[in-house]
């Protein structure tokens, strides 16, 4: 149940965020950015990214939304949730293993993230654009995960299944959109 009573009991996102529009459609921008921005990192894999982060921090809302839209990238359910079982044995491609090692770290103790973690993704075949990329993923999902908690904004497993590919298709866009409507011209 959420913590403000003014939001209510099926509280989303977007109900939180008009609670500082401006703030929200600048935080909707980063992710954006962050999410669907050029990248070595595919949508997908920085999809994968957000809900690894989210269950570790367990924000339920945000893990439901994004390992459904990273489902709909093509990341099978039962690959998501196998990276919970331990890294060396997930059932993901081995290239995202050092990543995910470096963002679980950064989201458990961030003080714990060694040269050799960063090593270990450049090794893998990545860049150093890419580590950058999957650090902002985690970022942005620490802080959301942190916003959504803090309201106590839990969601439910329909909203999850119809949120994810909608967030595919569409983006954070229709957000920014709906927290900044465009004013018409003075004529």
């Known amino acids: 149940m959420a913590k403000f009573p003014s939001l209510g009991e099926n509280t989303t996102v977007p109900d939180i965020l008009k609670k500082s529009p401006d703030a929200g459609a600048a935080l909707m921008e980063v992710h954006e950015e962050v999410m669907r921005g050029p990248s070595p990192l595919s949508e997908g894999e920085r999809e994968l990214i957000s809900a690894y982060v989210s269950k570790l921090n367990e924000c339920s809302y945000c893990y439901g939304v994004h390992s459904h839209t990273a489902e709909a990238y093509g990341f099978a359910m039962p690959a998501i949730e196998s990276l919970f079982e331990g890294l060396d044995q997930a059932d993901v491609d081995d290239r995202l293993k050092p990543i995910l090692n470096y963002v679980g770290k950064l989201t458990k103790r961030p003080s714990s993230v060694t040269e050799a973690d960063a090593q270990a993704v450049y090794d893998a ?28 904004i839990h969601g439910n497993a329909a909203l999850f299944r119809d949120r994810g590919p909608m967030l595919k298709q569409h983006g954070y866009r229709p957000l920014i959109r709906l927290l900044k409507p465009r004013v018409p011209a003075a004529q």
């Open 125 to 152: 075949g990545w860049d150093e654009q890419a580590l950058h990329d999957a650090i902002m993923v985690a970022c942005t999902f620490n802080f959301m995960n942190r916003l959504l908690e803090g309201h106590g």
